[in-house]
T-cell receptor, first 115, second 109 residues
Framework: DTGVSQDPRHKITKRGQNVTFRCDPI?????LYWYRQTLGQGPEFLTY????????KSRLLSDRFSAERPKGSFSTLEIQRTEQGDSAMYLC?????????????FGSGTRLTVV | RKEVEQDPGPFNVPEGATVAFNCTYS??????FFWYRQDCRKEPKLLMS???SGNEDGRFTAQLNRASQYISLLIRDSKLSDSATYLC??????????FGPGTRLSVLP
């Protein structure tokens, strides 16, 4: 499979627990993005990596959220002390350099439910 | 005010109809624009890019008006399989996408 892979597909957690999601981008893509999508809304940008460097973070990314891409390949998104408002689809996307958005590919997402 | 705005719909149209979606954006520095399609509980997938000169792909036509900061998508001869949410997207300087809330389309038999 040469697409963007996300794991797990679904996660149910109790409020207050920590969760971690993983994203494996397309191997030639040096840019990796995380988005969050709630019901009835479009995806909202969270953060973006170019190789291992985290270049931009949205103000939506509160202190409870942290993202890493340690070797410039896969990335993890951790949410600490989850709240019910964190329930959403978390989408990862990757793109190659210099394509101006045309090479964007999304993964299937991780659906988080906080109970 | 959201940076990219769309009428959320739903648009309920019969098969064969022509339907048009509109989108406005507020950031005049946005570089590129796209229409994405999203099926229920799936990831967004690129439908087409949007250019000032217009872009046509089969039954789909997209248009950008930079002066009015307005984007459109026209679907001709609607099919049942066109039922989905259509997301208007702007690419900003930082290379992240800004999505509109989406317009829901239901094509009815």
């Amino acid at each position: 499979d040469t697409g963007v892979s996300q794991d797990p597909r679904h996660k149910i957690t109790k409020r207050g627990q920590n969760v971690t999601f993983r994203c494996d981008p397309i191997s030639e893509h040096n840019r990796l993005y995380w988005y969050r999508q709630t019901l009835g809304q479009g995806p909202e940008f969270l953060t973006y990596f170019q190789n291992e460097a985290q270049l931009e973070k949205s103000r939506l990314l509160s202190d409870r959220f942290s993202a890493e891409r340690p070797k410039g390949s896969f990335s993890t998104l951790e949410i600490q002390r989850t709240e019910q408002g964190d329930s959403a689809m978390y989408l990862c996307a990757s793109s190659p350099p210099g394509t101006g958005g045309h090479g964007y590919t999304f993964g299937s997402g991780t659906r988080l439910t906080v109970v | 005010r959201k940076e990219v705005e769309q009428d959320p719909g739903p648009f309920n149209v019969p098969e064969g109809a022509t339907v048009a979606f509109n989108c406005t954006y507020s950031n005049s520095a946005s570089q590129s624009f796209f229409w994405y399609r999203q099926d229920c509980r799936k990831e967004p997938k690129l439908l087409m890019s949007v250019y000032s000169s217009g872009n046509e792909d089969g039954r789909f036509t997209a248009q950008l008006n930079r002066a009015s900061q307005y984007i459109s998508l026209l679907i001709r001869d609607s099919k049942l399989s066109d039922s989905a949410t259509y997301l208007c997207v702007a690419l900003n300087y930082g290379q992240n996408f800004v999505f509109g809330p989406g317009t829901r389309l239901s094509v009815l038999p």
